[in-house]
């Protein structure tokens, strides 16, 4: 029995010393391989180093188209962004949160009998009462007449009968003088604002016209006040050059009737603009006949509109600034290009002593990149440099899109791998022996 655990037992540690040899050689081999990559990729850092310290001027021309299109695109997006809130801005102030609501049309019952089923003064009572998103509201009416100017001079009028919440609803600018108030339009004040143009045609300017009498139907009418609108709407609202501002318990002198031709009403939150408009015409359709029309007209449309329409146009000019972005790369390929040509003798070199195809490209294509990178990242910084500092010296708030720079420091990137592919598998596809031989 002795013999044989004798003779067993070789064996047992020689199985155990082979294993124990294999581990080693296979942790060594992870090691050895883990070090021949760590050392490839700072060999690679390290030769791109070395040869922007020997070529300073050429990398840095090189990397100066990337800089001026990484600016370029990160100042287009800038501009557009600025343009497209300012035209947003000057829309709104035509009437911020405002909702207009008008007669379109309809009949009465009774067969080969039309009549106007126009909205009244009620109407815009009701809403206010039962719709707690509208936070001001005027009625509208409209009239036309024929004023003296002096001189012989006579011209037709816009004249029009509405609260003092119109100025709010609006969003008009008083340039002289006062807008009537609720004690005008409760004592029927015969008090009126006219524009701009109307007061300096009459009385020579918005100021000398405060407090002057005009005739209106033979009525005297009293200006106490001149305004404007906040942006020039060339005609396309209700006010003309030639308008007067009367409150509405006057005009219903001249009509005789509590009805109007449009009601304006402004919402306190612009979200909830799609929801207060169809709380609206319900209430009003409800206090009508069933088959008159009512319509509703809000800016959502128009502003929805008019910020496609601007980004649209921003992406154009991204576009275009990209060119630039182009351009760089094709900056970066020549020299690159030139690099692998003075570079041959040590290309070769690396290939005798063990290097890859595979990482020859791979030292190229990633000097491309730095280059290209380096170029986007100043040029990015270069391009928020005059956005921050309006928002720092100014008090203008210039909007930042932090995907322009996400963008810009991207197609750096993608224009290092594009355009640095060429010269990297050029120098991949090299002969070593050849290579040595190159002088």
């Given amino acids: 029995m002795t013999p044989t655990a004798t003779t067993n037992q070789p064996s047992s540690v020689t199985r155990a010393a082979i294993s124990s040899r294999a581990m080693s050689r296979a942790a060594f081999q992870r090691t050895l391989d883990s070090a021949k990559r760590t050392i490839l990729l700072r060999e690679i850092a390290m030769l791109a180093i070395d040869s922007f310290r020997l070529n300073k001027v ?25 343009g497209r809130n300012y035209a947003l801005k000057l829309l709104e102030n035509i009437g911020p949160n405002m909702v207009e609501v008008e007669y379109s049309g309809g009949s ?42 002096g001189g012989g001079v006579a ?7 509405v609260s003092p919440e119109y100025r709010t609803v609006r969003h008009l600018i008083v340039t002289a003088g006062r807008f009537f108030d609720e004690t005008d339009e409760a004592t029927h004040t015969k008090a009126a604002v006219v524009t701009m143009p109307f007061a300096t045609q009459m009385f020579g300017s918005p100021e000398a016209a405060i407090n002057k009498t005009f005739l209106l139907r033979g009525m005297p009418i009293t200006i106490v006040g001149t305004f404007r609108e906040s942006v020039e709407t060339f005609g396309f609202s209700e006010v003309a050059d030639q308008t007067i501002l009367i409150p509405y318990s006057v005009a219903r002198y001249f009509t005789g009737t509590d009805k ?14 799609p929801f207060a408009t169809n709380d609206i015409l319900r209430i009003i ?8 029309v009512y319509t509703a007209n809000t800016l959502v449309a128009i502003l929805r509109v008019a910020g496609q329409i601007a980004d649209g146009l921003t992406v154009m000019l991204l576009l275009l600034a990209t060119v630039t972005l182009a351009v760089g790369g094709v900056g970066i390929m020549n020299i690159m290009l030139a690099n692998v040509r003075s570079r041959i003798r040590e290309i070769g070199i690396r ?14 294509l990633l000097e491309a990149i730095f280059i290209s990178l380096a170029g986007g990242i100043v040029g990015a910084l270069l391009g928020m440099a005059p956005p921050l500092a309006a928002r720092f010296f100014t008090a203008y708030k210039v909007p ?4 322009s720079v996400v963008i810009a420091l991207a197609t750096s990137v993608l224009v290092g791998v594009i ?21």
């Fill in 108 to 149: 009465s019952a009774s067969v080969g009998e039309y009549r106007n089923d126009l909205l009244t003064i009620d109407d815009m009572r009701a809403v206010d009462t039962q719709v707690p998103a509208v936070a001001a509201s005027s009625p509208m009416l409209e009239m036309h007449d024929r004023i003296s100017f």
């Fill in 260 to 273: 109007v031709k449009q009601i304006f009403f402004s919402i306190r939150d612009k979200n909830d603009i």
């Fill in 400 to 403: 930042i899109s932090p995907w």
């Fill in 419 to 439: 355009f640095g592919t060429l010269p990297a598998t050029r120098a991949a596809q090299l002969d070593p022996v050849e290579s040595l031989k190159y002088e």
């Fill in 285 to 292: 359709r409800s206090r009508h006949q069933s088959n008159s």
């Fill in 351 to 364: 290939k005798a002593l063990g290097a890859t195809a595979r990482e020859i490209k791979l030292q190229f």
């Fill in 58 to 82: 050429r990398f840095a021309l090189t990397a100066l188209g990337m800089v001026i299109g990484s600016a370029s695109l990160i100042l287009v997006a800038t501009i557009g962004l600025t």
């Fill in 155 to 161: 011209k037709d009028v816009l004249v029009l009968g």
